[in-house]
């Protein structure tokens, strides 16, 4: 059995589908095949297919290999734009990631080339040219995206319409564009449009900032640069805060993509509500909103919190090693200290109270200090406790 023919018997299997590393054979076997057969494996593979998320991947292998096996690093972008536009045989998908490749070392008008040839070919193509006019719009291209939108209406292209196109003409096409999580989006660009009103409750269908409807509306106005109640991005602060304090009964290991560690923030003296990932984004949305007052007010409320961890008997008593149980412990003390430290109409929305670690008794006194027991006993002293 050929390479070609054992990649085409084998890779729908369920095994593939279930475990990235099984198909690392697979791939590998790509790189055994011709040029012919790679050609034959693309067209078997390409998008539509059956099991496209399994051969996706093995599609893509085949493009880069096609391209080192008949690079054509000396053919001009002209004549690759010729095979790619009348379509030669044998010759698209090897021009495709040509064009594609060297696309951002090109003049401005050569990048415009490549890009109307993308944008009226295969959807793929199209897909590709989206993202690239999404980071870096071009007004050369509104007639070809408004005639791709009106004939297609593919999800890529109205992100692009949404971002760059006139407000009156993405709200006369609101219905077709209020698809596949766009909402937000779509009330950042039509928020000061005279007929549209922004419903809150929708912004936690698919959120493009954080996953709360009242952090996700902050975000539409920083964006939009819009106005905002004095009070309004506290508020929704405090009111998160509260929230927090509800659910997250340990300290998470994770906040965002970067390792969360509480312990060595009581080490360090850093400990700070400013590591969460909710009061970083409403903070940058303050900075956005030149919210100057609110964010250096929450600077110190910050610095109480961390304050009033740190210096409180309970900390001190637990002392520098802490085991699993004792780290969940400070959690709650960390936690009873923002409540704490709430203004008082957010202290009422914590529901889950956490009882602050006892003061030592005198028997605990004694049994964490050995040296101090065996001086009580050698001198006939008392411990008195106030």
């Known amino acids: 059995m050929s390479a070609l023919d054992y990649i085409l018997a084998n890779y729908q299997q369920e095994k593939y589908q279930e475990n990235l590393a099984e198909r690392t ?4 076997l790509v790189h055994t095949l011709n040029k012919e057969e790679l050609l034959i494996l693309q067209k078997k593979l390409k998008r539509g297919s059956s099991k496209w998320s399994v051969g996706k991947g093995l599609y893509e292998e085949a493009i ?12 001009s972008i002209s004549a690759l734009l010729k095979a790619f536009t009348e379509k ?4 698209v998908a090897v021009a495709r990631v040509e064009l594609r490749d060297r696309f951002s070392k090109q003049s401005f008008l050569t990048q415009r080339k490549i890009l109307k040839a993308m944008l009226h070919a295969s959807k793929q193509d199209r897909m590709w040219a989206y993202n690239r006019l999404n980071y870096s719009w071009d007004g050369f291209f509104f007639e070809d995206v408004q005639d791709l939108w009106e004939q297609y209406h593919e999800k890529e292209c109205g992100i692009v319409i949404i971002k760059y196109f006139p407000m009156e003409y993405v709200y006369d096409n609101l ?11 779509l009330c950042i660009k039509l928020i000061h449009h005279p007929k549209f009103q922004i419903d809150k409750k929708r912004l936690k269908e698919a959120p493009v900032f954080y996953g709360s409807p009242e952090v996700e509306y902050l975000y539409i106005l920083a964006k939009s640069k819009s106005k905002i109640e004095k009070g309004e991005a506290t508020r929704t602060l405090f009111n998160q805060m509260a929230v927090f304090i509800n659910i997250v009964n340990t300290p998470p290991q994770f906040i965002g993509n970067r390792a969360y560690n509480f312990e060595r923030q009581i080490e360090d003296g850093n400990v700070t509500t400013k590591h969460l990932e909710f ?3 409403v903070l940058w949305c303050m900075g956005e909103l030149g919210l100057v007052d609110e964010l250096i007010a929450f ?9 009033k961890f740190l210096g409180s008997e309970e900390l ?31 202290q009422q929305l914590v529901q889950v109270k956490y009882s602050s670690t006892p003061k030592p008794t005198k028997e605990d006194l004694l049994n964490n200090n050995p040296a101090l027991n065996s001086l009580v006993e050698k001198l006939g002293l008392e411990i008195v406790q106030y």
């Open 88 to 91: 030669q045989n044998g010759k």
């Open 316 to 346: 001190q008593y637990m002392g520098n090693a802490y085991s699993s149980e004792e780290e969940k412990e400070l959690w709650h003390l960390f936690l009873q200290t923002i409540t704490e430290c709430l203004p008082t109409e957010y």
């Open 299 to 307: 600077e110190e409320w910050d610095n109480m919190v961390r304050i």
């Open 279 to 281: 009061v970083s984004c």
């Open 175 to 185: 219905p077709a564009l209020d698809t596949h999580g766009n909402y937000t989006n």
């Open 64 to 75: 880069k290999v096609l391209g080192k096996i008949q690079p054509h690093r000396n053919e």
């Open 25 to 28: 054979v697979l791939r590998a």
